[in-house]
Nanobody, 123 residues
Framework: QVQLVESGGGLVQPGGSLRLSCVAS????????MGWYRQAPGKERELVAA?????????NYADSVKGRFTISRDNAKNTVYLQMNSLKPEDTAVYYC???????????????WGQGTQVTVSS
């Protein structure tokens, strides 16, 4: 009922930048929070950044990306962005978008994941 579509991944050199986007659609009443996760080969999925709509929005970042990544949200468009600067090879991973909120009509909670977008940082 709720679909997430990520875009913006690709190949970039170390020190470069990418901006990921994730658009949520479907029977959504409200989205309470959205976030980005990533999973590198041989590693478990980890939270990269998250943002909520409470009190205008609050953010949380993994220590490994603080100061380099910025998460933002356009509530009107149900879209979340991840601006990634100063990219490092260790940032290479599949990045997944996540959203949780309340469904329209039924007011039941939902949690949805995108299909993932590949980010490769390499020379």
């Amino acid at each position: 009922q709720v679909q997430l579509v990520e875009s913006g991944g690709g190949l970039v050199q170390p020190g470069g930048s990418l901006r990921l986007s994730c658009v949520a659609s479907g029977t959504i009443f409200t989205i309470n929070g959205m976030g980005w996760y990533r999973q590198a080969p041989g590693k478990e999925r980890e939270l990269v950044a998250a943002i909520t709509s409470v009190s205008g929005g609050s953010t949380n970042y993994a220590d490994s990306v603080k100061g380099r990544f910025t998460i933002s949200r356009d509530n009107a468009k149900n879209t979340v962005y991840l601006q990634m600067n100063s990219l490092k090879p260790e940032d290479t991973a599949v990045y997944y978008c996540n959203a949780e909120g309340v469904r329209r009509y039924s007011y039941r909670p939902f949690e949805s994941w995108g299909q993932g977008t590949q980010v490769t940082v390499s020379s």
